[in-house]
């Protein structure tokens, strides 16, 4: 515990210092838009970490620019500079962890719009964009620039890059803490129905979110000493990933601890801590070893997002799987029968449950749950036909200040002046440019489909470089501003590139449109990768041929019919251009997961219950009716958490919230309980070939359960076996 605070507390410290804002700096330098990143810092010193932003200064009264305020505009900006802006100190940091991003923001020549209505300046801050501290430092440049503007009766907006950022982080900040307080409530509540306890309620809670904190600080640490740039998302992608597996695990030992509890009331809570961990803890070794295998193939990727983010939680699973195997059986043997006070749960028998019931007519009928199972999944998964990516990082806060000035200046110049792509032109041997060849290229792309306008040719001091601005008439991180980007305009650009020289397209439209092709492109490779190698690990884990593809299988329909399902709702349904492009990726690290999780623990129960004497079936009934309880509270716990982010007015963060939700409820309801569990009652002891599980000849021992079982949910079943864990 106190290793975990160390490093929750000094990973989020740290956690900015390690990543990187820039999405271009993680494409391949083979992509069109990486090379212009290269040209732009190379040629013209522009940095990587640069965030430009658009200000906008107009009169407060509406009425056009005069030359009066024109030359007081462009004082303005000039002053302004000069001066340099200090970093604000905050409690949350301390000064010698806090990255100081105090610096003098480099402010452009204005440009008037043409009726005078406005003009604009590009002020550039370095530093990385998710940084409060980088945030705070852009606040106070804001605030004092509407000061300075204020005193010649003028006002300002910004819009463009961070100013987007900042206003939709203020937006949203109140939306964020609202979902939060309500996550943790809704698994407080959840864990108090299923254990009418206090410590069992919270202690779950503490310890994963102590082991995540833990987790990510190991892996900021490990960043910062290699090198290695992480992607903003990464640390809170690691927590996410390990709330949801590490609630499980926890759940998974609690059930299983208080089901062993009852049964034997005469034994000490620390020995029987010692089985429980034992038993179920092989169960989740297998499942995270799976998990980390699946994350590790992202290593493969072209694209550095995943190819980071793949190991980076791979590492963070292990963290998890040594604190499943060591904190919280700790916390078993230290609580012991006092983790489930005030209930009195384990001094009576439980009434016959949903649990106990279910479990009898997945014995019963099995085919008929197998086939209803299927049916369902497959309905779902046929919503993925026209399945379409939306690659828009709008945040879906189109109230902001920085939307409302964005909106202002779209209204009178092309959408892309607050974002313009950028053509580099560059010799490669350091000889002059051909500046009429430039002067054509620039002409040829005035008249290319979907520009608006072109800036003026920029040389940098050598000569042997160019930038040409292009403002397209479509919204930077819009489709269509990529289609144009990758058709249109680097079809122009590569037809009149002067002789010897060579010419790049990049901004925030080129740069999400190599994006597009390095994630579909990895996407294809990295799946089948993960699928192969989680065959084969789950073959070895459970030295069977069948069980593996059973669980195989039923974790790819579940994974297609979540895809299809949301397709259904957000394509088209509500009509949105598709499913965000990081969502299958995400669907591949939850669902999937998860999903195996639940998996292996079910068909880890059933193997356990086959071993006893009794007809497969019988065992199958008695592995739901001790395991579904277990697996449906971890994903009402896990549903409810993820379904929090429905609510978030970013579109790709709904679906995600949705799809995540919903995946891992068909995960625990309807692949873990139903179908693994009715395909097991089909197969029967043949599941586990070549080492299948034997009846003993006389009634096993078990520590869990020493009263007779029935061989068949058709016999009359014994006072204990009408009981549930529910």
Do not use: C
């Amino acid at each position: 515990m106190l290793l975990g605070i160390v490093l929750t507390v000094a990973g989020q410290a740290l956690m900015y210092r390690a990543t990187e804002s820039q999405l271009g700096d993680f494409l391949p330098e083979t992509y069109d838009s990486a090379a212009a990143l290269r040209t732009a810092e190379e040629k013209f010193g522009i940095k990587p970490d640069a965030n430009a932003v658009t200000m906008l200064v107009k009169r407060a009264d509406g009425k056009p620019l005069d030359p009066a305020d024109q030359q007081h505009a462009q004082a303005a900006a000039t002053a302004l500079g000069t001066q340099r802006i200090t970093m604000p100190k905050t409690e949350d940091n301390p000064d010698f962890l806090a990255e100081n991003y105090s610096q003098t923001p480099k402010v452009t020549p204005g440009t008037t719009e043409p009726h005078q209505a406005f003009t604009l300046f590009s002020v550039a801050l370095t530093g990385n964009s998710t940084d409060p501290g980088l945030q705070n430092v852009f606040k106070e440049f804001r605030k004092a620039a509407s000061a300075r503007y204020a005193q010649d009766g003028l006002r300002t907006g910004f819009a463009g890059g961070l100013a987007d950022l900042v206003d939709s982080s203020e937006a949203e900040e109140t939306t964020g803490a609202v979902a939060g307080a309500l996550t943790v409530a809704l698994i407080v509540l959840l864990n108090v129905l299923a254990f009418r306890s206090v410590l069992a309620a919270l202690l779950p809670l503490l310890a994963v979110t102590i082991v995540g904190g833990a987790a990510a600080g190991a892996v900021v640490g490990a960043a910062l000493l290699t090198g290695i740039r992480l992607d903003p998302s990464t640390p809170q992608l690691i927590s996410v990933v390990l709330l949801g597996i590490g609630i499980d695990y926890f759940l998974f030992l609690l059930f299983r601890f208080r089901e062993s509890l009852r049964a034997q009331p005469e034994r000490g809570a620390r020995e029987i801590a010692g089985e429980v961990t034992g038993r179920v803890g092989s169960a989740i070794t297998s499942a995270a070893l799976t998990i980390v295998a699946a994350f590790a193939t992202l290593g493969v990727a072209s694209f550095g997002q995943f190819r980071v983010l793949g190991p980076a939680i791979a590492v963070s699973v292990l963290v998890m799987l040594l604190a499943s195997l060591t904190l919280m059986p700790a916390l078993l043997a230290v609580t012991g029968r006092a983790m489930f006070w005030p209930s009195r749960a384990l001094k009576r028998a439980p009434r016959q449950g949903s649990a106990g019931r279910f479990g009898d007519v997945v014995a019963r009928r099995p085919l008929a749950v197998a086939l209803g199972s299927v049916i369902l999944l497959g309905a779902l998964a046929a919503g993925t036909v026209g399945m379409k990516m939306d690659y828009s990082t709008g945040s879906g806060s189109g109230d902001t200040p920085a939307a409302a000035t964005a909106a202002e200046i779209s209204r009178a110049l092309p959408a892309g002046v607050s974002d313009p792509t950028d053509v580099y032109v560059a010799t490669g041997d350091g000889t002059a440019l051909d500046r009429p060849g430039v002067d054509a290229l620039a002409t040829a792309l005035t008249r290319t489909q979907g520009v608006g306008q072109v800036s003026p040719v920029l040389y940098n001091p050598a000569g042997d470089a160019a930038h040409i601005g292009v403002y397209l008439t479509a919204d930077p991180q819009s489709q269509k501003a990529r289609d144009l980007v990758s058709g249109p305009v680097r079809a122009t650009v590569a037809q009149h590139t002067p002789a010897g020289a060579e010419a790049h397209v990049g901004g925030t439209a080129a740069i999400f449109a190599d994006i597009s092709a390095a994630v579909t492109a990895d996407l294809e490779l990295v799946f089948p990768i993960a699928a192969v190698l989680i065959a084969l690990i789950l073959l070895i884990l459970l030295r069977s041929v069948l069980a593996p593809a059973v669980l195989m299988v039923s974790v790819g329909l579940g994974f297609a019919a979540t895809l299809g399902a949301s397709t259904l709702v957000f394509q088209h349904l509500r009509g949105q251009a598709g499913v965000n492009f990081t969502l299958p990726l995400v669907l591949f690290l939850f669902v999937v997961a998860l999903g195996t999780d639940y998996n292996i623990l079910m068909s880890d129960r059933i193997r356990e219950e086959m071993e006893r004497p009794g007809s497969a079936r019988s065992a199958v009934a008695r592995a739901v009716r001790h395991t579904a309880p277990a697996i449906a509270t971890a994903g009402l716990v896990l549903a409810g958490s993820f379904g929090s982010l429905a609510v978030n007015p970013a579109p790709s963060t709904q679906q995600i919230g949705f799809a995540t939700a919903l995946g891992i409820v068909l995960s625990a309801f309807v692949l873990s309980s139903a179908l693994v569990p009715a395909l097991a009652a089909l197969l029967g002891r043949s599941l586990w070939w070549p080492v299948r599980p034997h009846r003993s000849p006389a009634k096993k021992p078990s520590p869990y359960d020493h009263r007779p079982q029935p061989d068949d949910p058709g016999e009359t079943p014994a006072p204990y076996d009408r009981i549930s864990t529910n």
